[in-house]
């Protein structure tokens, strides 16, 4: 045989998009989980507010107590706020990213499709 034996552009093509939607798949699953962590950190971010405002309502009705277990538990409050603001901007921009990369991968798995399978 004077030249090698290649697959047939046809057989490339139909590698070439299993091999970009199996990465799609993996992008999408990546992107369903940051959205449920968004989702349950907001439910998260809202009860803590919620105890956070009743716990400062208290304190400035001057209800706190002697012990001044209400400020404590204001300030824990604000910390948890501060990170769990913090975490859901991180994952905004983590899903941000991944829709991103679906809609690159969506754009190339197209202009395979779209390409004629003949050599």
Avoid at 80 to 98: I, P
Wanted: glycine letters at 6%.
């Amino acid at each position: 045989m004077l030249f090698p034996r290649f697959r047939s552009k046809e057989r490339d093509l139909r590698s070439d998009i299993d091999r970009l939607s199996s990465i799609q798949q993996v992008v999408m699953r990546a992107l369903s989980d940051t959205e449920s962590e968004a989702s349950g950190l907001a439910a998260r971010l809202e009860d803590a507010r919620s105890r956070a405002a009743f716990l400062y309502g208290d304190v400035i009705e001057g209800d706190e107590g002697e012990d001044g277990k209400s400020s404590i538990l204001i300030q824990e409050a604000e910390r948890f706020l501060v990170r769990g603001e913090r975490r859901r901007d991180e994952l905004d921009t983590h899903a941000a990213f991944l829709r991103q990369l679906d809609e690159q991968l969506t754009r190339g798995i197209d202009s395979l499709r779209q390409q004629p399978t003949e050599d």
